[in-house]
């Protein structure tokens, strides 16, 4: 069993247990962004502390900043993570879309293993981890990433981004400047937080109508769904693209009877949820730019809505 963040391998009570738990929120924080799925990135954190507990005490009470010495693992974790999941996504059935994360109101009970806290703590819910930003730091090599999102989104300065990463600060400078690039190129100017929920809302009546005008002139011309089944679930192929081919997708699929929408917060952005006789089926997040929708994500694959569903 892998020891828990607070519990040394050798039974005696550790005087920074306190301090070190209190790192756990922000380490989650950061393998989330760099990984796009919670539960890698719950698997990077306690690999993280069951590297820390491995080492002789005599170490750890050694090391100057332990909340330093954590950001570095977890962060040569991630990027290692990062190198091996671009083989594993070539192998991936279908499209491979980050794993959703629900409101503190959708959360499920137990989905993390730390019960003392709210679950939904653990991530901030801010406009770093929308679909949107998310999809865009896939695109990105591993290095760009970490460097991106330790140096833009956490303001680590560069020259321990350079410990974790392996290169000069310099070398990281020009990879964060890179990635910064990709950002600013995709990043479209955000409506109100209502405005986006009225579109949705509009979507959602619209796809039930089977209205496939409707449908056409709530997306951009250039919209484009994707579909995550992970070969477990059926879901499209290959992206949608083009606002009609998008529509007649949507009106040409069989609802089965009982199936309800639901409203809610995908990843901190208004999204919905698609429900079967009270089961959990799919959870869609937008990308909504000037009351037109750009893109379309729906989550199937089981393994990565286990953060919405209850036991």
């Known amino acids: 069993m892998t020891p828990s963040p607070t519990a040394p391998q050798d039974g005696r009570l550790d005087p920074m247990a306190g301090a070190l738990a209190g790192e756990r929120r922000r380490l989650i924080n950061i393998a989330y962004r760099m990984l796009g799925s919670l539960a890698e990135a719950e698997d990077v954190v306690q690999e993280t502390y069951a590297r820390w507990y491995a080492m002789p005490r005599q170490r750890r009470e050694a090391v100057a900043s332990p909340g330093a010495w954590l950001t570095k693992v977890a962060g040569r974790i991630c990027l290692d993570v990062l190198r091996s999941a671009r083989a594993r996504r070539e ?17 499920a009970t137990g989905a993390l293993d730390d019960s003392t806290t709210d679950p939904a703590d653990h991530v901030t819910l801010d406009e770093s981890v929308s679909m949107a930003f998310l999809v865009v730091l ?27 990463v392996g290169r000069t600060p310099a070398a990281c400078r020009q990879l964060a400047s890179s990635a910064r690039r990709r950002v600013e190129a995709a990043r479209a100017p955000l409506s109100p937080t209502a405005q986006r929920a009225r579109v949705v809302r509009d979507f959602t009546l619209a796809w039930q109508a089977r209205d496939i005008n409707a449908l056409i002139g709530l997306l951009d011309p250039d919209a484009t769904a994707v579909g995550d089944g992970g070969g477990l679930v059926t879901a499209m192929a290959r992206p949608i693209e083009g606002a009609e081919q998008v529509a007649r997708f949507l009106v040409g699929r069989t609802l089965p009877d009982g199936l309800t929408f639901r409203e809610c917060a995908v990843n901190g952005q208004p999204g919905l949820t698609a429900h079967l006789d009270g089961a959990l089926l799919s959870v869609y997040a937008f990308d909504i730019a000037d009351d037109r929708i750009r893109r379309v994500w729906a989550v199937l694959n089981p393994e990565k809505l286990r953060p919405w569903t209850r036991d």
């Open 91 to 107: 192998q991936y059935v279908g499209e491979w879309v980050p794993e959703p994360l629900p409101s503190r109101t959708e959360w």
């Open 138 to 164: 896939e695109a990105m090599t591993p290095a760009e990433r970490v460097a991106f999102v330790l140096h833009d989104v956490f303001r680590y300065p560069f020259s321990e981004v350079a410990d974790i």
